[in-house]
């Protein structure tokens, strides 16, 4: 068997268990898996073993909890040393639901990572789909995908490390090669490149291949193609600005209700949601998904129920026109609208220490714990923060470094961060949590992160304290990105987007004083927030989704309240009905 064709490893002392888990992996998944099947839990343990010693990867571990077999759990515990990166599922017998406490015990305690039921018949999809998902999210990780996209830079530059990270989020296919490795020089070499301005992008899905050298976000976006530029006379009923959860949810909402929608975003789709590993509190999902997943989901979905999208493009300014609102984007297009939603969500705060911040995509990262985590393998890793964000980078990273510390500034994390969270942290060996600790300086050694000092977070912080960390994921605050919208949106005093009841309808700024403001609309009428960005606003996945959910109904509303002047015909010409840009349905 081919060493890079990854390992499915069954261990089981349940004969039957055993039997059916086999059949079913080598008839469906054989081909592209090599399946390795254990007749006890030592023997399983051996094996993974010897599999990281010869540097195989295991993309997914199974152990049962059954009647025939109680030492599953305590296998799946253990093989997380061995390949801490592999998916682990329990496997559980319908009808045993006298097991039940031990396992959600055991997941909760992240021991394992989903709960599959045995296969009893043959094209047990639902077996299968769970499978598949494993596998799905366990490649994402990796990196593993075809190579659509050819990134050739320095392992060091912060532009690169942008570019990877925006690729990975944007579920773009690409694969990064160092200046100077041999498939980097080999293609330099084929292009005729010789000193060619870094990063190289090369689009290998073009005929012929389209090269560019060190792109701005605007070259990007349009040598991709993806999404254009609509029709300068096209008025849309809503623009939503940020494609975060909140404003993916108003996209796919409505579009689904008729409303002419255009998203743009001016990083990538899932917003800091899409940057989480795993989230294992959104309703419907109780495996848990990926925040890259449920946001890639949620686009593809608003897409093909008629959404336009602009990526990498950022909104510059909103102006008036009319009746209309206009959004300047930054490749010069002006779109007209409406209405728009404001859905731009925030970004983490920054340190603001020289030397760390000199060192930003050199061992520094804010947020990036997803496409960075692979490289912080065998090193000791430093996390930043208090919420779940934080939670769950320290879960990610712990997968591939030796050691992961989170740095909490206050005293606990129960008020802060969910307790499935809290417990799964407590309960990984290689993760430690320091509390009352801030970070106070750094180290670096060769141009790349050695060191971070932290002291206490008191009045009286004391001595600092040096802890080795060849990586540091920042994870901290909430600063809104509202600085594009004019000075008559109101804002609270540290700049979150005021709304309904909260907004201050007797204020001269306010647009229509006499009129009740919706519960989502800001100070300018037609105008709404939604999201993390909204002042008030309780930070979670599925609170943003349901901004985006309500807030359409308000749109009906605004629209329908008004609706847009009918055009003057010219003289000896006939007069037809108005028609509104979009098919608005009013409910």
């Given at each position: 068997m081919d060493d890079s064709v990854p390992i499915m490893l069954i261990a089981t002392t349940d004969t039957t268990s055993r039997r059916i888990l086999e059949d079913e992996l080598r008839r469906r998944y054989g081909a592209d898996y090599e399946v390795?099947?254990?007749?006890?839990?030592?023997?399983?343990?051996a094996v993974l073993e010897g599999l990281r010693r010869w540097k195989r990867q295991v993309a997914l571990i199974l152990g049962c909890h059954s009647p025939g077999d109680h030492g599953g759990l305590?296998?799946?515990?253990?093989?997380?040393?061995?390949?801490?990166?592999?998916?682990?599922?329990?496997?559980?017998?319908?009808?045993?639901?006298?097991?039940?406490?031990?396992?959600?015990?055991?997941?909760?305690?992240?021991?394992?990572?989903?709960?599959?039921?045995?296969?009893?018949?043959?094209?047990?999809?639902?077996?299968?789909g769970a499978i598949t998902d494993a596998l799905d999210d366990w490649h994402l990780a990796q990196g593993v995908a075809f190579e659509a996209v050819r990134l050739i830079g320095e392992v060091t530059d912060e532009r690169t490390h942008t570019l990877r990270d925006s690729f990975s989020r944007n579920h773009i296919p690409s694969v990064f090669h160092p200046v100077g490795s041999e498939t980097a020089q080999r293609t330099l070499e084929s292009l005729g490149l010789r000193n060619p301005a870094l990063p190289v992008m090369v689009l290998q899905y073009t005929a012929p291949p389209i090269v560019l050298e060190n792109p701005s976000d605007l070259e990007i976006a349009q040598a991709v193609g993806v999404t254009r530029p609509p029709p300068g006379d096209k008025i849309f009923d809503v623009v939503?600005?940020?494609?975060?959860?909140s404003g993916l949810a108003t996209a796919v909402y409505a579009s689904s209700e008729g409303l002419s929608t255009m998203v743009v975003e001016g990083e990538a789709v899932g917003g800091q949601a899409g940057t989480s590993s795993l989230i294992r509190n959104y309703p419907g999902f109780s495996r848990g998904v990926s925040g890259a997943h449920l946001a890639y989901r949620s686009f593809h979905q608003a897409w093909i129920l008629g959404t336009d999208f602009l990526f990498l493009r950022k909104v510059e300014g909103l102006g008036v026109d009319g009746a209309l609102y206009t959004v300047s984007i930054s490749d010069g297009t002006l779109v007209r609208c409406r209405t728009v939603v404001v859905a731009t969500g925030v970004d983490y705060r920054r340190l603001g220490i020289p030397e760390l911040e000199d060192l930003l995509g050199r061992g520094v990262f804010y947020g990036a714990t997803v496409s960075e985590?692979?490289?912080?393998?065998?090193?000791?890793?430093?996390?930043?923060?208090?919420?779940?964000?934080?939670?769950?980078?320290?879960?990610?990273?712990?997968?591939?470094a030796a050691k992961v510390t989170l740095l909490v500034r206050g005293p606990s994390l129960s008020v802060s961060m969910s307790d499935y969270l809290i417990s799964q942290l407590v309960a990984t060996r290689n993760v430690a949590i320091r509390y009352s600790t801030k970070i106070v300086g750094g180290r670096a050694r060769d141009g790349f992160?050695?060191?971070?000092?932290?002291?206490?977070?008191?009045?009286?912080a004391g001595p600092s304290e040096e802890i080795e960390a060849g990586g540091l994921f920042v994870l901290i605050g909430s600063v809104p990105r509202t600085s594009w919208l004019p000075d008559t949106v109101e804002r609270d005093p540290a700049g979150f987007v005021r709304t309904g009841s909260s907004r201050n309808v007797s204020d001269g700024r306010s647009g229509r004083p006499d009129r009740a403001p919706l519960s989502l609309e800001t100070s300018m009428p037609g105008i709404f927030a939604i999201g993390d960005v909204r002042a008030g606003s309780i930070k979670r996945v599925a609170t943003a989704v349901g901004d985006g959910a309500t807030v359409v109904s308000m749109l009906h509303t605004y629209l329908a309240e008004n609706p847009l002047p009918a055009p003057h015909p010219a003289p000896g010409e006939a007069t037809a009905p108005e028609e509104l840009p979009g098919n608005v349905r009013f409910s």
């Amino acid at each position: 068997m081919d060493d890079s064709v990854p390992i499915m490893l069954i261990a089981t002392t349940d004969t039957t268990s055993r039997r059916i888990l086999e059949d079913e992996l080598r008839r469906r998944y054989g081909a592209d898996y090599e399946v390795v099947v254990c007749a006890d839990h030592a023997h399983g343990r051996a094996v993974l073993e010897g599999l990281r010693r010869w540097k195989r990867q295991v993309a997914l571990i199974l152990g049962c909890h059954s009647p025939g077999d109680h030492g599953g759990l305590d296998f799946l515990r253990r093989a997380y040393g061995f390949h801490p990166a592999a998916k682990r599922g329990v496997v559980v017998i319908w009808g045993d639901f006298a097991s039940a406490p031990a396992v959600f015990h055991a997941i909760a305690l992240g021991h394992a990572e989903l709960l599959i039921i045995r296969p009893e018949r043959s094209r047990d999809e639902e077996f299968h789909g769970a499978i598949t998902d494993a596998l799905d999210d366990w490649h994402l990780a990796q990196g593993v995908a075809f190579e659509a996209v050819r990134l050739i830079g320095e392992v060091t530059d912060e532009r690169t490390h942008t570019l990877r990270d925006s690729f990975s989020r944007n579920h773009i296919p690409s694969v990064f090669h160092p200046v100077g490795s041999e498939t980097a020089q080999r293609t330099l070499e084929s292009l005729g490149l010789r000193n060619p301005a870094l990063p190289v992008m090369v689009l290998q899905y073009t005929a012929p291949p389209i090269v560019l050298e060190n792109p701005s976000d605007l070259e990007i976006a349009q040598a991709v193609g993806v999404t254009r530029p609509p029709p300068g006379d096209k008025i849309f009923d809503v623009v939503v600005v940020g494609a975060g959860p909140s404003g993916l949810a108003t996209a796919v909402y409505a579009s689904s209700e008729g409303l002419s929608t255009m998203v743009v975003e001016g990083e990538a789709v899932g917003g800091q949601a899409g940057t989480s590993s795993l989230i294992r509190n959104y309703p419907g999902f109780s495996r848990g998904v990926s925040g890259a997943h449920l946001a890639y989901r949620s686009f593809h979905q608003a897409w093909i129920l008629g959404t336009d999208f602009l990526f990498l493009r950022k909104v510059e300014g909103l102006g008036v026109d009319g009746a209309l609102y206009t959004v300047s984007i930054s490749d010069g297009t002006l779109v007209r609208c409406r209405t728009v939603v404001v859905a731009t969500g925030v970004d983490y705060r920054r340190l603001g220490i020289p030397e760390l911040e000199d060192l930003l995509g050199r061992g520094v990262f804010y947020g990036a714990t997803v496409s960075e985590a692979p490289s912080m393998a065998g090193k000791h890793v430093c996390v930043v923060g208090g919420g779940n964000s934080a939670g769950q980078a320290v879960l990610h990273l712990a997968k591939y470094a030796a050691k992961v510390t989170l740095l909490v500034r206050g005293p606990s994390l129960s008020v802060s961060m969910s307790d499935y969270l809290i417990s799964q942290l407590v309960a990984t060996r290689n993760v430690a949590i320091r509390y009352s600790t801030k970070i106070v300086g750094g180290r670096a050694r060769d141009g790349f992160l050695a060191a971070v000092k932290v002291a206490a977070s008191g009045a009286d912080a004391g001595p600092s304290e040096e802890i080795e960390a060849g990586g540091l994921f920042v994870l901290i605050g909430s600063v809104p990105r509202t600085s594009w919208l004019p000075d008559t949106v109101e804002r609270d005093p540290a700049g979150f987007v005021r709304t309904g009841s909260s907004r201050n309808v007797s204020d001269g700024r306010s647009g229509r004083p006499d009129r009740a403001p919706l519960s989502l609309e800001t100070s300018m009428p037609g105008i709404f927030a939604i999201g993390d960005v909204r002042a008030g606003s309780i930070k979670r996945v599925a609170t943003a989704v349901g901004d985006g959910a309500t807030v359409v109904s308000m749109l009906h509303t605004y629209l329908a309240e008004n609706p847009l002047p009918a055009p003057h015909p010219a003289p000896g010409e006939a007069t037809a009905p108005e028609e509104l840009p979009g098919n608005v349905r009013f409910s």
